[in-house]
């Protein structure tokens, strides 16, 4: 072409990409009854394109009635900016809602810019040459000579098809991995599709969860109102997955179906598919007994009867989200939906139970399957990272006040049992969960018996006052040397022999008489089983507090003394959270904290000194013909007698 041509074509270009924005989008009723319907992307898809593979043909969304919602929000008339489709794999999403928008995106449709981008070059290449290439031909699609968007003509290329860049008239669509983001900085684009974000992500650990979308919108923004950004991926990992925490702000919206037995709407869950095995080592389904049970009225729906519920006029997508961001539009599915001819349920349930005893082969299920994100071990943040908890005072002194005058108005003290030591730790406590670690130490010495001169060294020190606050009350691990830590703890008023378990099913503390023992008024000592779970739990959600920009520290937030050492927060950052998988159902049920090798003494105790305030308060409001435990009325009893002293 010569360059008079280029520059008429660019001309028209710049005409085709000026004019529409005053009428794209929700222009009034009044005046688009007067215009002729706009095209929309499935009228495009469903004239243009072509696909091969199973079903070779036209491409029509009654094959995949549940991409017909979130296709249709794609239309220039819509208000909806962003689309974010976290689903199973092999569903057909990436056609329903990046293939055939590219096409729209066309002179078949609404000439416009887009970029696509996925996790590597490699996987780029293969999507432009395995699916948009053909798609393009099959449409007969017409590309002009490159030309970029700035003006300027490329001469050195003679064409507007290559494999990462494609022009025609009034459009012009890149195709990029997430490396490459550095290049589409100065570039603008009405559509930007990014596709199987989540292994961008894992690819592309440096970038933050954010970033992604923070640079699709920057380079959205000069089509402010008429832009669109489609998210589409199966989700990774629970902690990391870009499309669940995207998902999670959209209005997320459900597919409903009505059973085709009682006509009853329903969103179908994995947990309602019914099987039983054909052999007795029960690793083999029995794939004629497999069917999905009706919510309502334990109908049996085969998977030969999509073909008469899993319609377009069936499906019904539902928000469940009222508080999401405005704009954007989140659907999830599973492979239940998939269509005849694509994954049967009968094979669902055999690759759940192929999958259900390795975690990594449950993760792929439930992503690749249920097209829900896995939640893995949880691993703590960095003991390195908890020395900005670090304030300026030293172990065993009184912290000066900080900004908000808060002061620890009493202490308790966790002791954890080892055959050789005893490790304690004194803490500080103010009203709103505030924490001081005061001292934390270790007494070295033969702990199997009560006389040993550990015990007498340990109870020296209480008894001597050598500690900055005495400890209202002091919990000791009675697991290990049950018997001789309850004969500690015998004639004491504030000593508990304590036991930790795992859960106490929604109790954190339990108290317990023991027979045997007395205290110092001769009643018998109480003992308490700790929740040791929930204390765990909450103290890594309460080591991830910071004090703000003003430097107020939030409600639970830790304070250590500037003399801790690293091996301190190490200990206390000893252990990790790991999923308990329900084998039935493949979902979380709960979970467990597991040791990483390291010594976890400082975890322990302040567990037990955490505890310990929780069963001061208890006996303190029971004293006072308390039902339950007010802390209230606790701190504020605890404020008037430090007044008074
Ligand atoms: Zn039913």
Same mark, same amino acid.
């Given at each position: 072409?010569?360059?008079?041509?280029?520059?008429?074509?660019?001309?028209?270009?710049?005409?085709?990409?000026?004019?529409?924005?005053?009428?794209?989008?929700?222009?009034?009723?009044?005046?688009?009854?007067?215009?002729?319907?706009?095209?929309?992307?499935?009228?495009?898809?469903?004239?243009?394109?072509?696909?091969?593979?199973?079903?070779?043909?036209?491409?029509?969304?009654?094959?995949?009635?549940?991409?017909?919602?979130?296709?249709?929000?794609?239309?220039?008339?819509?208000?909806?900016?962003?689309?974010?489709?976290?689903?199973?794999?092999?569903?057909?999403?990436?056609?329903?809602?990046?293939?055939?928008?590219?096409?729209?995106?066309?002179?078949?449709?609404?000439?416009?810019?887009?970029?696509?981008?996925?996790?590597?070059?490699?996987?780029?290449?293969?999507?432009?040459? %395995?699916?948009?290439?053909?798609?393009?031909?099959?449409?007969?699609?017409?590309?002009?000579?490159?030309?970029?968007?700035?003006?300027?003509?490329?001469?050195?290329?003679?064409?507007?098809?290559?494999?990462?860049?494609?022009?025609?008239?009034?459009?012009?669509?890149?195709?990029?991995?997430?490396?490459?983001?550095?290049?589409?900085?100065?570039?603008?684009?009405?559509?930007?599709?990014?596709?199987?974000?989540?292994?961008?992500?894992?690819?592309?650990?440096?970038?933050?969860?954010?970033?992604?979308?923070?640079?699709?919108?920057?380079?959205?923004?000069?089509?402010?109102?008429?832009?669109?950004?489609?998210?589409?991926?199966?989700?990774?990992?629970?902690?990391?997955?870009?499309?669940?925490?995207?998902?999670?702000?959209?209005?997320?919206?459900?597919?409903?179906?009505?059973?085709?037995?009682?006509?009853?709407?329903?969103?179908?869950?994995?947990?309602?598919?019914?099987?039983?095995?054909?052999?007795?080592?029960?690793?083999?389904?029995?794939?004629?007994?497999?069917?999905?049970?009706?919510?309502?009225?334990?109908?049996?729906?085969?998977?030969a009867d999509k073909a008469t519920f899993l319609t377009l006029e069936n499906v019904k997508w539902k928000p469940h989200n009222k508080t999401g961001q405005?704009?954007?539009?989140?659907?999830?599915?599973?492979?239940?939906?998939?269509?005849?001819?694509?994954?049967?349920?009968?094979?669902?349930?055999?690759?759940?139970?192929?999958?259900?005893?390795?975690?990594?082969?449950?993760?792929?299920?439930?992503?690749?399957?249920?097209?829900?994100?896995?939640?893995?071990?949880?691993?703590?943040?960095?003991?390195?990272?908890?020395?900005?908890?670090?304030?300026?005072?030293?172990?065993?002194?009184?912290?000066?006040?900080?900004?908000?005058?808060?002061?620890?108005?009493?202490?308790?003290?966790?002791?954890?049992?080892?055959?050789?030591?005893?490790?304690? %730790?004194?803490?500080?406590?103010?009203?709103?969960?505030?924490?001081?670690?005061?001292?934390?130490?270790?007494?070295?010495?033969?702990?199997?018996?009560?006389?040993?001169?550990?015990?007498?060294?340990?109870?020296?020190?209480?008894?001597?006052?050598?500690?900055?606050?005495?400890?209202?009350?002091?919990?000791?691990?009675?697991?290990?040397?049950?018997?001789?830590?309850?004969?500690?703890?015998?004639?004491?008023?504030?000593?508990?022999?304590?036991?930790?378990?795992?859960?106490?099913?929604?109790?954190?503390?339990?108290?317990?008489?023991?027979?045997?023992?007395?205290?110092?008024?001769?009643?018998?000592?109480?003992?308490?089983?700790?929740?040791?779970?929930?204390?765990?739990?909450?103290?890594?959600?309460?080591?991830?507090?910071?004090?703000?920009?003003?430097?107020?520290?939030?409600?639970?937030?830790?304070?250590?003394?500037?003399?801790?050492?690293?091996?301190?927060? #190490?200990?206390?950052?000893? %252990?990790?959270?790991?999923?308990?998988?329900?084998? #039935?159902?493949?979902?979380?049920?709960?979970?467990?904290?597991?040791?990483?090798?390291?010594?976890?003494?400082?975890?322990?105790?302040?567990?037990?000194?955490?505890?310990?305030?929780?069963?001061?308060?208890?006996?303190?409001?029971?004293?006072?013909?308390?039902?339950?435990?007010?802390?209230?009325?606790?701190?504020?009893?605890?404020?008037?007698?430090?007044? %008074?002293?």
């Amino acid at each position: 072409m010569h360059l008079k041509e280029t520059l008429k074509a660019l001309a028209k270009t710049k005409e085709a990409l000026r004019a529409p924005s005053s009428d794209w989008l929700l222009s009034g009723f009044a005046k688009t009854t007067k215009e002729k319907p706009q095209k929309t992307i499935i009228d495009v898809a469903e004239k243009h394109r072509i696909v091969t593979g199973a079903f070779p043909g036209l491409y029509s969304y009654s094959r995949t009635p549940y991409m017909h919602e979130p296709a249709s929000l794609l239309s220039p008339r819509s208000s909806y900016r962003q689309i974010t489709v976290m689903a199973a794999a092999q569903s057909g999403k990436t056609a329903g809602v990046i293939e055939n928008f590219l096409l729209f995106c066309t002179e078949l449709g609404l000439p416009s810019n887009a970029l696509y981008m996925t996790a590597t070059e490699n996987l780029a290449k293969e999507f432009v040459q %395995e699916r948009v290439d053909p798609m393009y031909n099959n449409a007969d699609i017409y590309f002009t000579s490159d030309q970029s968007l700035s003006g300027s003509v490329d001469v050195t290329k003679k064409t507007g098809n290559t494999t990462f860049k494609k022009t025609g008239k009034g459009w012009t669509h890149v195709f990029k991995s997430f490396g490459n983001i550095r290049e589409v900085r100065s570039i603008d684009y009405r559509v930007i599709l990014l596709d199987e974000v989540d292994e961008m992500h894992q690819k592309q650990s440096q970038h933050n969860q954010g970033s992604i979308i923070k640079i699709a919108e920057a380079r959205t923004r000069s089509y402010a109102g008429r832009e669109k950004i489609v998210l589409c991926s199966t989700p990774l990992l629970a902690k990391s997955s870009i499309i669940y925490e995207q998902f999670q702000k959209s209005d997320q919206r459900h597919c409903y179906i009505p059973c085709p037995y009682c006509n009853h709407y329903q969103h179908l869950e994995f947990k309602n598919l019914k099987w039983v095995f054909s052999d007795k080592d029960r690793t083999k389904v029995d794939r004629s007994s497999v069917y999905y049970e009706c919510e309502k009225n334990k109908c049996k729906i085969k998977n030969a009867d999509k073909a008469t519920f899993l319609t377009l006029e069936n499906v019904k997508w539902k928000p469940h989200n009222k508080t999401g961001q405005d704009g954007h539009a989140g659907f999830h599915f599973s492979a239940l939906y998939c269509p005849p001819g694509m994954t049967p349920w009968e094979q669902i349930a055999q690759d759940f139970i192929d999958s259900k005893n390795s975690v990594d082969d449950l993760q792929a299920f439930t992503n690749l399957t249920l097209g829900m994100p896995f939640h893995d071990t949880q691993a703590p943040q960095s003991a390195e990272s908890l020395n900005s908890l670090k304030e300026p005072y030293k172990s065993n002194t009184i912290p000066r006040p900080d900004i908000q005058e808060k002061l620890p108005l009493l202490a308790t003290m966790g002791v954890d049992v080892q055959g050789d030591r005893i490790e304690y %730790e004194l803490v500080g406590h103010a009203p709103g969960y505030h924490t001081w670690s005061l001292a934390y130490g270790v007494i070295k010495g033969d702990t199997s018996s009560y006389s040993n001169s550990v015990w007498v060294i340990f109870k020296d020190m209480l008894k001597m006052k050598k500690l900055i606050i005495q400890p209202k009350m002091v919990f000791i691990d009675s697991s290990y040397q049950t018997q001789e830590i309850r004969a500690v703890c015998s004639g004491t008023k504030s000593l508990r022999p304590i036991m930790g378990v795992n859960t106490l099913h929604g109790d954190k503390i339990r108290r317990r008489y023991l027979k045997g023992f007395v205290s110092y008024d001769g009643t018998p000592i109480v003992s308490y089983d700790v929740d040791t779970t929930s204390y765990k739990r909450t103290i890594y959600k309460n080591l991830l507090l910071r004090r703000d920009e003003n430097g107020i520290a939030p409600a639970g937030f830790c304070r250590f003394p500037i003399d801790y050492n690293i091996q301190y927060f #190490r200990g206390l950052q000893s %252990e990790v959270q790991e999923p308990q998988i329900d084998k #039935r159902t493949g979902k979380i049920k709960g979970y467990l904290f597991v040791q990483r090798g390291r010594r976890n003494e400082p975890l322990d105790c302040r567990v037990y000194a955490l505890a310990a305030l929780d069963a001061i308060a208890l006996e303190h409001c029971e004293y006072n013909d308390m039902k339950t435990t007010d802390f209230n009325f606790f701190w504020e009893n605890v404020r008037k007698k430090s007044m %008074e002293t």
